[in-house]
Every structure is written in structure tokens, then in C-alpha cells.
């Protein structure tokens, strides 16, 4: 859900940037803008689900609500683990801001700074691994790349024969192969049932228009991808290290991704329609979103990076 779709100065129908992504029964936090937790409430968000919160870069409207949504989970007596994932510098920014209102978490917190230079991996479990990606802005900023793992075999009940016992449909399911009472070999593959594709989605913050971004993202199911200007600004986007929706539309077809979501509006557009109207000229799988914009992440093609 996007929770913030404007930019730097926002307005009473764009709040600043945040998105949160909901994984079974997980929930993650892509950047922070003020307000965001006012979204939160707003849409009846329970926010105990966040574990990770990840921030692409120090800029205020990406983090300036971060220490605030901090305190209300001191408030609300969080016991959870939370992570936090940033540039550097994040620590020093809350240590400061901790040291000198007196605040004392009340729960684990772990803030884990990376080099936004180059790609890292941050998150690596079975079923999910989460990537930074190298963004071109002012400050140091990362993207970050999300993709599904396929960690266990869905087996399909029809397809199973009736001497398999619990523990060698376990060994299925965990995709190894077991033996059969006659010496013979049955495989995930032919037991497996028929699922959609494993899912992913790319989040582009504060970037100007970065065409080896692709190396990381191609295939994306879903990519979002900052939109601030129009193409008639297209020399304010240069200056301000922003992109336009065209130069977004542009990035989302030489990676082939399946759609494109834009937003980080500027604030002098009542209507983000004619920067959509020029994103789909050139990538037609394209959507605005607005504070509130709820959307089912695609799967992606299949592919690999080192």
C-alpha cells in the first residue's frame, strides 16, 4: 500500500513518501515520510506486523517520520524486534535524536547501516531476500529490490500416490525425492501442484535517470519508480537528480519489467494525469498511485544476478 505518493513538499492530498508491503504475516516499511504513521492509523494498519523498515536515503521527506512512528511503538509497549535498514548515517541521526529527548526503546532495535554505492544484500531467508540497489541522487541513496524464493514444493494431492507416508511427503515438499515400495523414484516434480509465479517488486525512490539501473531490475514484476516532473521540466529533473515519468516509462521498458507504478509527485501538480499520460506513450503497463493506492504485486520473469 502506497501510504505517501508526493515529494519533497507535500500536499493535503499527497502526504510525504512511504510504502508498506505485506508478506504473509510480515509487514515492511519502505521509507518514512511525516505523516506516515497518520496513514497508518487512517487506514486501520496494524503496525505491532512491521519488522523491517527500510529508508532509501536521509532526505527529510523520506525520514523525517521515522523517529516519531519510533516513539509510538515505545507508547504502544512494542515488545517485537525491529529492524531498520539504511545509508549511513541513520545511527547517528537517531542516537542524536534519542540522546537528546531522553527516549529509551523499550524493544530490540537493530539498525543496520549499507554502502549505498553498490548492491548489497540485506535480507537473506528461505522464502525472501531483499537487495539495495544504487540510485543517483544528492544524497546517498539505495533502492531496494524484494523477490520471493520458492523454499518449499506445494505438492498437489491428486498427483500423490497412496503409499507415500507423512514423512516422505515432508521430504517432497522440501523438494527432495523419496523411494517408493517397489525401488522406484518419485520427484517434487512429479507430485508438484501448479502455482503462480514467484513474486517481486523494485523500489526506485530519489533517482535521476539511471539507464544501467536495468542490470538489477530487468524482469521485475513490479517496479515503482519516482515520477516528479513532466517532460517540459525535464532540465529541473537534471538539477535536481529527479526523473521525469517518460525517463521512469523509459527505464521500465529496457528492463522489461511487467508494470510500472510512478509517484514522488511534485507538489505544484494538482493531477499526476499528464505525467501518466506521457509515462504510457512510451510504457503502457504504467499506473499513478495516490496516498491510499492499494496493488498486488506481479511475479516476475525468471532471472539471475550475481
Known amino acids: 500500500m502506497v501510504l505517501g505518493s508526493g515529494s519533497a513538499a507535500p500536499r493535503l492530498d499527497r502526504r510525504s513518501p512511504a510504502q508498506l508491503i505485506t508478506y504473509h504475516d510480515q509487514a515492511f516499511l519502505i521509507d518514512c515520510g511525516e505523516g506516515t504513521q497518520y496513514e497508518l492509523l487512517r487506514h486501520g494498519i496494524k503496525v505491532s506486523r512491521i519488522s523491517r523498515i527500510l529508508i532509501s536515503h536521509l532526505h527529510a521527506d523520506h525520514c523525517l517520520g521515522l523517529f516519531g512512528l519510533l516513539s509510538t511503538f515505545n507508547l504502544h509497549d512494542r515488545k517485537q524486534a525491529l529492524t531498520i535498514h539504511g545509508p549511513t548515517g541513520l545511527s547517528e541521526w537517531l542516537y542524536t535524536l534519542a540522546k537528546l529527548t531522553q527516549t529509551f526503546w523499550k524493544y530490540p532495535l537493530e539498525v543496520i547501516e549499507h554502502d549505498t554505492s553498490h548492491p548489497s544484500l540485506i535480507v537473506d531467508e528461505p522464502d525472501l531476500e ?62 508438484e501442484a501448479e502455482t503462480p509465479g514467484l513474486r517481486s517488486f523494485a523500489y526506485c525512490s530519489d533517482t535521476n535517470f539511471k539507464p544501467d539501473l536495468c542490470e538489477w531490475i530487468e524482469g521485475v514484476g513490479t517496479l515503482y519508480h519516482e515520477a516528479t516532473f513532466a517532460s517540459d521540466l525535464v532540465e529541473r529533473a537534471r538539477l535536481t537528480l529527479h526523473s521525469t515519468g517518460q525517463e521512469a516509462a523509459t527505464i521500465a521498458y529496457m528492463a522489461k519489467v511487467k508494470e510500472l507504478l510512478i509517484g514522488h509527485f511534485s507538489s505544484r501538480y494538482e493531477s499526476p494525469e499528464r505525467i501518466l499520460a506521457e509515462a504510457k506513450e512510451i510504457f503502457s503497463a504504467t499506473f499513478a498511485v495516490y496516498d491510499g493506492f492499494y496493488h498486488s504485486i506481479a511475479a516476475h520473469q525468471s532471472f539471475e544476478r550475481p
Request: hydrophobic content about 35%.
Open 130 to 191: 531483499i537487495m539495495t540497489i544504487p540510485l543517483h541522487h544528492k544524497l546517498p541513496c539505495a533502492g531496494f529490490l524484494i523477490k520471493e524464493r520458492r523454499s518449499r514444493v506445494k505438492l498437489d494431492r491428486d498427483k500423490l500416490p497412496s503409499f507415500l507416508s507423512d514423512q516422505q511427503k515432508a521430504a517432497l515438499a522440501r523438494s527432495e525425492s523419496v523411494k517408493g515400495p517397489e525401488g522406484q523414484w518419485i520427484h517434487p516434480a512429479d507430485v
